[in-house]
């Protein structure tokens, strides 16, 4: 009666394949099917509890998870059911565009990361559409619905405003979602994040004969529903096996279906196998912590189902460390920028609410983030980010853009492994410009580069030097430009930080453009060898360059400040 079929042995295969170089294959437990018989159970993760917080369907969208992990191959993965809960509310879209507009240009367009609710199946859509998860010791599940509430003064905050009867707003909201010390760069740098490649929908929750279908190919069900209590009498039995009930109250709730058992020959007692969040004081009799529900229970109160195919490696997730609250210095002019989104991870958002007809079609999701100004002006972000490269828009003149659009000035940026990034700006008219942002605080100091910007402007002057991979001073301390040449140019010496390293060093700025900055250094040190830097002079700070190295390799972020 064990066995495994064809098509689940070619997916383990195909898996174990794609990772075998960085993962140490387990073979999966052995597991029960047959025709009235299935019993996944020994290739489940271990049972958890969600405690009093209403956060069941993470709990079944990882649970499929971690079993979709131990089946191709990686044995017993604990993911982090509080990461997912608190990124999936954070980095959240309202759908409706006219409920935005309605709030004004700083609306509230996310939820609060520590709210629950949603759908299982919904859960693992997601996690096809960009949301990944880290280990569990990561960010460790916070059981108690009022842990945040106790130790989030910003939390506090906005409970506080809303009694009062105040209008919240988006800032509101990120000043909690963007707490540092709860998305930490050990949420966002983790090594490993674990996500999901394929799944599928089945059409009839309510359907035994779909779910069964779905279990006997060894494949658990997520599965949504609206179903009656079992504490409550009539709906649960002597053996714990949860039934249908017209008189109870209703739940709504998330578990995941592991098996089922018709082999009694009586249908009233044949009953689905499934694993809960409730720890495992809901176990049914004989049923080793898990919980089962009768077939009626089904038939009646199921609202979703779906199931994971394959789950995608293990693997980095460098962009989602953009995250969190920056201060962005863009030509000298000031303000901050909250990154609250990653462009597409709305996507099953707009999809299901498309289908669903609440949204007339289903929108290209660019959202960033807000930016605020000196004044805190409210301006909507768009853009789109690939490893450590962020593009960016915000408009002056449209600041409620709407997701699917890019106006106003593009940034394309760097970011470091500090939480450091810098590039440049492209204003309407062509023109490019300096700029960095970093979460904490902006750059200080700096003596003031004699204006305008030549050869005057750097001979005999000193910079402070920093790079992620190496920092020191750089002089320039000889003029070697040509007149006839369209650039002026300067030698000098780069010194590490700890006088290990000390090397020629140039500048060249061209004469049509002299806030730009093309620096090379001959041996920057920590095994580097030579490094290039394209900078632009903040044009309203009084000497600060910033920019990256070549975007033809891995572009790093760089700045100079002047001594």
Request: charged share 25%; glycine share 10%; net charge negative.
């Amino acid at each position: 009666m064990k066995k495994i079929n064809e098509f689940l042995y070619l997916i383990i295969v195909v898996a174990f394949l794609l990772f075998s170089c960085d993962e140490e294959f387990e073979t999966p437990p052995d597991v029960t099917t047959s025709e009235n018989f299935v019993d996944l159970r020994p290739q489940q993760s271990s049972l958890k509890d969600q405690g009093n917080r209403t956060t069941c369907i993470v709990f079944a969208g990882v649970a499929a998870t971690e079993a979709a992990y131990k089946r191709i191959g990686y044995g017993e993965v604990d993911l982090s059911e509080e990461f997912i809960n608190f990124t999936r509310k954070s980095f959240y879209l309202h759908p409706i565009w006219s409920d935005i507009v309605g709030r004004g240009e700083d609306a509230i367009e996310t939820q609060l990361g520590h709210t629950g609710g949603g759908g299982g199946t919904g859960v693992v859509a997601e996690l096809t559409k960009g949301f990944k998860i880290p280990i569990e010791s990561t960010m460790p599940y916070q059981s108690s619905n009022t842990y945040y509430q106790n130790n989030y003064q910003t939390l506090g905050d906005i409970t506080a405003k809303s009694e009062a009867g105040e209008v919240l707003k988006q800032r509101d909201y990120s000043n909690f979602n963007l707490d540092p010390e709860i998305l930490t760069d050990t949420q966002l740098r983790a090594e490993k994040y674990y996500s999901v490649a394929q799944y599928r929908d089945i059409d009839d929750p309510k359907d035994p004969a779909k779910i069964e279908a779905v279990l006997k190919r060894g494949n658990e069900v997520v599965w949504d529903f609206a179903g009656a209590v079992p504490w409550e009498t009539g709906g649960i039995d002597e053996d714990g096996i949860w039934q249908a009930c017209s008189s109870c109250t209703l739940m709504g709730h998330s578990m995941l279906i592991v098996g089922f058992d018709k082999r009694d020959a009586d249908p009233d007692n044949h009953y689905f196998i499934v694993k809960n969040s409730w720890g495992a004081g809901w176990t049914a009799t004989g049923g080793e912590g898990y919980t089962y529900i009768s077939y009626d229970y089904l038939r009646n109160y199921g609202v979703a189902a779906s199931y994971i195919v394959l789950a995608n490696p293990p693997s980095k997730w460098p962009e989602i460390a953009f995250i969190g609250r920056w201060k962005l210095d863009y030509d000298g002019f000031k303000g901050e920028l909250d990154i609250y989104h990653l462009p597409g991870m709305a996507q099953y958002t707009f999809e299901y609410n498309a289908g669903a007809g609440v949204i007339p079609e289903v929108y290209d999701d660019y959202r960033i983030g807000t930016f605020y100004d000196s004044e805190g002006k409210a301006y909507k972000v768009n853009g789109a980010v690939s490893g450590n490269r962020i593009e960016f828009y915000f408009d002056l003149a449209t600041p409620l853009q709407k997701w699917d659009e890019k106006l106003g000035r593009k940034f394309v940026y760097y970011l470091d492994q500090n939480n450091f990034m810098a590039g440049q700006h492209t204003d309407g008219d062509g023109k490019t410009y300096g700029g960095y942002a970093r979460k904490t605080g902006f750059i200080s100091g700096g003596n003031k580069t004699p204006r305008p910007f030549e050869v005057q402007s750097y001979i005999d002057s000193q910079w402070d030097f920093y790079y992620e991979k190496a920092t020191g001073v750089i002089e320039f301390t000889e003029d070697v430009s040509n007149q006839e040449a369209d650039f002026y140019l300067l030698n000098g010496t780069y010194t590490s930080s700890d006088g290990s390293i000390v090397s020629a060093a140039q500048i060249k700025i061209p004469k049509a453009e002299t806030n730009r900055a093309y620096i090379q250094v001959a041996n920057i040190g920590n095994g580097e060898g030579a490094e290039s830097f394209i900078g632009k002079h903040l044009s309203w700070e009084a000497g600060l360059i910033t920019g990256n190295t070549p975007e033809t390799g891995n572009a790093l972020p760089f700045y100079m400040i002047r001594k």
